[in-house]
């Protein structure tokens, strides 16, 4: 009797809660399911079902099984507010914000083109952290502000300061060749 009343946790997790079951320390939800995440449960509850649930858990290698929780948490709330797209209404937006991007990229190159200039500093597409750690191709002096990358306002900086460069050394070369050709007329 006494070893019985040990196994069971004093605060059921949000799942033992809602199934309305003791919970024991065995409880496969309740490391990721705490009393304090009772939304995320109930969401996950009506979108996935709780055995598919701790099917998925349990066939998880437990190193991964936080970040599938977490993951399927947010999904489900996702599906919750939007049950028609869930969360592929937010990817698509995204997809949409990264092609405006891309667009925008490409029609500032387009105009650095036309001055003249050859963006030496344009950043490589996307990394993730891990890649970014300790990379030395990231441009150092950026990395505290925007992870490696140039902003807009300091590609525009940039290509401002090129270009007053570049017309400084026309300036100075088209002087060269004016002083040439009047010592050549002497």
């Given at each position: 009797?006494?070893?019985?009343?040990?196994?069971?946790?004093?605060?059921?997790?949000?799942?033992?809660?809602?199934?309305?079951?003791?919970?024991t320390?065995?409880c496969?939800?309740?490391?990721?399911f705490?009393?304090?995440k009772?939304?995320?449960y109930?969401?996950?509850?009506?979108?996935?079902g709780?055995?598919?649930?701790?099917?998925?858990?349990?066939?998880?290698?437990?190193?991964?099984?936080?970040?599938?929780?977490?993951?399927?948490?947010?999904?489900?709330?996702?599906?919750?507010?939007?049950?028609?797209?869930?969360?592929?209404?937010?990817?698509?937006?995204?997809?949409?914000?990264?092609?405006?991007?891309?667009?925008?990229?490409?029609?500032?190159?387009?105009?650095?083109?036309?001055?003249?200039?050859?963006?030496?500093?344009?950043?490589?597409?996307?990394?993730?952290?891990?890649?970014?750690?300790n990379?030395?191709?990231?441009?150092?002096?950026?990395?505290?502000?925007?992870?490696?990358?140039?902003?807009?306002?300091?590609?525009?900086?940039?290509?401002?300061?090129?270009?007053s460069?570049?017309?400084?050394?026309?300036?100075?070369?088209?002087?060269?060749q004016?002083?040439?050709?009047?010592?050549?007329?002497?």
């Amino acid at each position: 009797m006494l070893f019985h009343q040990m196994d069971k946790i004093s605060t059921p997790c949000a799942a033992c809660k809602q199934l309305r079951r003791k919970c024991t320390k065995d409880c496969v939800f309740a490391p990721y399911f705490p009393t304090t995440k009772q939304e995320n449960y109930e969401a996950v509850h009506k979108v996935f079902g709780a055995s598919h649930v701790a099917t998925l858990i349990n066939d998880l290698h437990p190193l991964k099984r936080e970040f599938a929780m977490n993951s399927l948490a947010w999904e489900a709330r996702v599906r919750v507010k939007d049950p028609v797209y869930g969360c592929t209404a937010i990817i698509d937006r995204l997809e949409s914000q990264l092609k405006d991007s891309e667009e925008q990229l490409a029609m500032v190159k387009n105009e650095l083109a036309s001055y003249g200039i050859v963006p030496t500093c344009v950043p490589s597409p996307p990394m993730m952290y891990q890649q970014m750690h300790n990379n030395p191709m990231t441009i150092s002096e950026y990395t505290p502000n925007n992870g490696g990358f140039l902003t807009g306002q300091q590609l525009h900086d940039e290509a401002q300061r090129f270009v007053s460069t570049q017309r400084a050394q026309m300036q100075q070369t088209q002087e060269t060749q004016t002083q040439h050709n009047e010592i050549d007329r002497d």
